[in-house]
């Protein structure tokens, strides 16, 4: 909680920066559900998703195979 990525989350096209904000355990066993936030562009406003740590796992991985290979300006 209260940590910082660089993730491929669906909301968005390129990799984006994702706000942690809690940490919640789930009714079925070994799942923890992470709800985060992005801050979107085009509307100037917050945004909430919630997804799994499995998944989130995932966005973050693709984020950097991602950044790598967007190139520079």
């Known amino acids: ?3 910082t990525y660089k993730a491929q989350v669906s909301y968005g096209r390129e990799p984006m920066k ?3 904000c809690h940490v919640l355990p789930s009714h079925y066993t070994d799942v923890t559900l ?3 936030k ?3 562009k085009h509307k100037q406003w ?3 998703f919630m997804c799994t740590e ?3 796992d995932w966005y973050i991985e693709l984020g ?3 950044k790598s290979k967007i ?3």
């Open 38 to 40: 992005v801050y979107g």
């Open 34 to 36: 992470i709800i985060y």
């Open 1 to 3: 909680m209260g940590e």
């Open 54 to 56: 499995n998944d989130m």
């Open 64 to 66: 950097e195979i991602m």
């Open 18 to 20: 994702i706000h942690i």
């Open 46 to 48: 917050w945004h909430e």
């Open 71 to 73: 190139p520079k300006k």
